[in-house]
């Protein structure tokens, strides 16, 4: 039991921290409710969806900063393709971007094995790049989404404190995450990032599998403008705030910079608490200037209580 | 356990080579290995010797010559091809994922569970759990599970790269006999290490290289290591460049540094030394015996475990490397680039000492600056064509800077760590004379050096140390190679285990 709570002290840490929130957002706006919860879960949803994206590649040692403008893609090509489609092509729809996400992903992954140029600037180019794409794709906000699509993501599912994006949001990640981190490859994406030369010795073809890391970000990113287009019900060719976003979600959630450590489930936990903050100090009416700052310092005190307690840990 | 009928060779290497640009790293490597021996594989340093275990290992490909397993020609490409056919290497530093648990770590390199835990037990590692994390394991817990994931695979051909290093003595005195018991089962080890004792104790032979070359091969017999020795040197034992005798110590008392049982960690146990004023001191040890600890610690880079550090009679102790400056100990990495700022000039280089003294905030006298930069870099005989970027000069030069610096500024105790290394021979004279000079003016030295021959060259004493501890002070003039080499590998006279 003390094992369990040691390795997962982490997230259970932020667990505590979103149910003492979601205490204090009842507090503070007495008629908080089921119709609250939803419009919250699916707000953070293309947010949640970033922040898996970038969690895969830090855990695999790199970073994306092209996880916004694959988002803007594989958003409005969704609302070009499904604008007056029917039910079978909007099924296409699904299946094709979600293709093109892991293309894209691996376009990225492959220009840095490739060219080894650092994973940072060849994502600062790739954002540009992708921006652009999204932009000859649709020049302005347009297109539609089959309406359909949207009762998937609104309202509750079978009982009312239960979001439907929610649990759509859960399905998604659980469907890739969870046989991928008992696999081979999964185990093969955390070793690369904990320690290149080791996996390398231990005979993990290293390139093949960074390439599938970033593939596996474009997948999620492109569920993310998916879910997007679905719940606007049109594209939107600018990327959305979600690069920093993600950024921060996946540092607040214990996944390191620099690769190896961490997983999905605290990353994701982190994007809601980040997300609820938010929401109570709009709700607090706070200037949106100070609710920025508020959320800088939170990060930082968090990451460092995080260090404080992990170096005692070590010590004992 | 020589056989007499002869098997062909599991593994033979012929011919090997390897540039690196315009180094020659190899140029006529060769190892036999029969089944069920065991063959150390030793040089000096700088022989070749990593050089060729990469590529045996697939970590590099050769560039001419033939590795054959069981007959046949084979070229790996890559660590996971090499272990494909049956040879699986244990490295010097754990190859272990740090932050994946023992089991993941299996799962991932495939390796059997059941067989890896006999091994684990077998090897003397009790209550292991296959859900410890591997950065919560200690280091010597790592080489024996290393050790233990290698045997659970069934290698046909072992290869041990200073396996027994970071070990307690009861678990070295476990590998050693699990190794030959695999042996006279029909295994075929290579094994490499710096200890005489443990390759007299378990090997069939040595296979000796030499500047790139193997220049020998011996069977393992009753003192045989002074053999193994000479093969190491070879007939390269040309006399040095000569300095005045002399160089005497300052008749200026007591010593100006004294090292009382210093230690840091397990890697330096107990080093006591002491340093001269106008003495140049060296250091010989093999590599990882404890000389970087010792090094960082004088420099205030590492806290000292236990002992002393004096300084003209007054106890110090460093917090930080400007601590340490301040005392007038100034340290000069064994890496170029720890201690120069590359994309700045020569010039800049040279004066920083000269500005960067603790207290020293004022303007910078620019006309005394640039005299006393122009007069060092005239006798240092830099290369001037290549003055505006530090990282665009030789090596040599760029070694000749970091020494150079601290003419121009005046140092009281200069500790440099292998400043010769990877330099030719001109600029090497060039060095030995600047440290001679600095030495003249009154400052001491701690010079340590991977090559032995340049001791007599440089030195006034040298002190060497293994395993953390020193095992012999000697005079210069006595300082030939072979004194040196057995005095590093630990052989101080006594008989060893046959």
Known sequence: MSRIVARHGWTLGLLAILVLLFAFTKVIQPNFGPTGLDSLSRATLPFAFATAAMAIVVIAGGIDLSVASMMAVAGVTTAVMMDGAGTGMTLFTVVAVLVIGLGMGAINGALIVVTRVPDIVVTLAMLFVWEGVALLILKAPGGAATPWLREIIVGPFLVPWLPKSFVFLVVCLAVVWIPLRRSRLGLSIYAIGSDELAAYRSGIAIGRTRIIAYALCGLFAAMGGLTLTMSTGNGEPIPGPYLMASVAAVVLGGVVLGGGKGALLGPIIAVFILRLVRMDLTLMSVDPNVTTIVEGTIMVVVVMIGGVLAMRGRRQ | ?498
């Open chain 2, 1 to 498: 356990m020589t056989d007499n009928q002869n098997p062909p060779p599991l593994l033979e290497a012929s011919g090997v080579s390897k540039r690196f640009g315009a180094v020659v790293a190899l140029h006529d490597a060769a190892l036999r290995l029969r089944p069920g021996e065991i063959v150390a594989l030793m040089g000096a340093n700088g022989a070749g010797k990593s050089t060729f275990v990469k590529i045996l290992t697939g970590a590099l490909r050769r560039d001419n010559g033939h590795i054959r397993i069981r007959g046949a020609d084979t070229n790996f490409s890559s660590p996971a091809q090499a272990r494909k056919s049956g040879l699986i290497p244990v490295y010097q530093e754990p190859s272990l994922i740090p932050d994946l648990d023992v089991a993941d770590n299996l799962r991932l390199g495939q390796t059997p569970v059941e067989p890896f835990l006999h091994w684990v037990s077998e090897l003397g590692i009790a209550n292991l759990r296959l859900d410890d994390t591997i950065n919560r394991l200690p280091l010597a817990t790592l080489r024996i599970l290393d050790l233990a994931r290698a045997l659970a695979s069934e290698p046909e051909v072992l290869l041990l790269d200073e396996m027994t290093a970071a070990l307690p003595t009861d678990l070295v005195e476990r590998v050693l006999g699990t190794v030959r018991a695999q042996a006279d089962k029909g295994q075929a080890v290579i094994y490499i290490s710096h200890r005489f004792a443990e390759i007299a104790q378990i090997c069939d032979s040595a296979t000796v290289l030499r500047d790139g070359a193997t220049v020998g091969d011996l069977p393992i017999v009753p003192g045989v290591e002074e053999q193994v020795v000479e093969l190491m040197l070879g007939a390269a034992l040309e006399t040095n460049p000569t300095r005045k005798a002399g160089a005497a110590r300052a008749a200026s008392g007591g010593p100006h540094v004294q090292v009382r049982n210093l230690a840091v960690g397990t890697k330096l146990r107990d080093v006591s030394l002491d340093l001269h004023r106008g003495e140049v001191l060296g250091v010989v040890a093999l590599e990882g015996q404890g000389q970087d600890e010792l090094f960082e610690a004088l420099a205030g880079m590492i806290r000292p475990t236990g002992g002393k550090i004096v300084i003209d009679d007054a106890a110090v102790s460093f917090a930080h490397p400007a601590d340490a400056i301040a005392w007038g100990l100034t340290f000069v990495p064994g890496n170029r680039a720890d201690g120069l700022l590359m994309q700045r000039s020569v010039h800049e280089n040279i004066a920083l000492p000269l500005l960067a003294r603790p207290g020293k905030w004022g303007a910078i006298g620019m006309a005394s600056e640039a005299s006393r930069v122009n007069d060092a870099i005239a006798r240092l005989q830099i290369d001037t064509r290549a003055m505006g970027e530090v990282q665009r000069l030789s090596g040599g030069n760029q070694q000749k800077v970091t020494i150079g610096r601290w003419i121009a500024a005046g140092v009281d105790t200069l500790l440099l760590f292998d400043p010769t290394r990877g330099i030719d021979v001109r600029t090497k004279r060039q060095i030995y004379l600047l440290v001679r000079e600095l030495a003249a003016q009154g400052a001491s030295v701690l010079y340590y050096t991977s090559e032995l021959a340049e001791v007599p060259a440089a030195c006034d004493r040298v002190v060497v140390i293994f395993n953390g501890k020193v095992v012999d002070v000697i005079e210069a003039a006595e300082a030939d190679e072979q004194t040196l080499m057995r005095a590093a590998y630990g052989l101080t006279g006594e008989a060893l285990p046959a």
